[in-house]
């Protein structure tokens, strides 16, 4: 093994560690599970009870949510690339720069090696 070569194992081997990092340090994982409650119909149920306060009106909601809504779970090896948040959706931008980094290094590692 020559000196390009074990350079490039050292940054291929940096650029494995940073994108498992990605992964279990900022929730990129390739689960994602979530409550779906699109399919219950929030008029009807609300005009079946009546509250008193709004505190009330919110644990009954709450309670609605885990009664009718459906538990759902995704899996897939994009969901490392791309999380879905209440907000919007995360791109893991610092894990695909490490996976085309390491593609690069073991490129270059069979590039480059004594004939």
């Known amino acids: 093994m020559n000196d390009k070569q074990k350079l490039l194992v050292m940054v291929g081997?940096?650029?494995?560690?940073?994108?498992l990092i990605t992964i279990f340090g900022l929730g990129f994982?390739?689960?994602?599970?979530w409550l779906d409650t699109s399919e219950i119909n929030w008029?009807?149920?609300?005009s079946n009870v009546d509250f008193d306060n709004e505190k009330e009106w919110y644990k009954?909601?709450?309670?609605?949510?885990?009664?009718?809504?459906?538990h759902r779970t995704k899996i897939g090896l994009p969901l490392l690339f791309n999380k879905p948040t209440k907000e919007g959706e995360r791109t893991n931008w610092l894990g695909i720069i490490s996976c085309f980094n390491m593609a690069f290094c073991l490129t270059g590692f069979f590039l480059f090696k004594d004939k």
């Open 13 to 19: 081997t940096g650029s494995l560690l940073v994108f």
């Open 43 to 46: 008029e009807y149920e609300k």
């Open 29 to 33: 994982s390739p689960i994602h599970r």
């Open 60 to 70: 009954w909601a709450e309670d609605l949510k885990y009664e009718k809504g459906t």
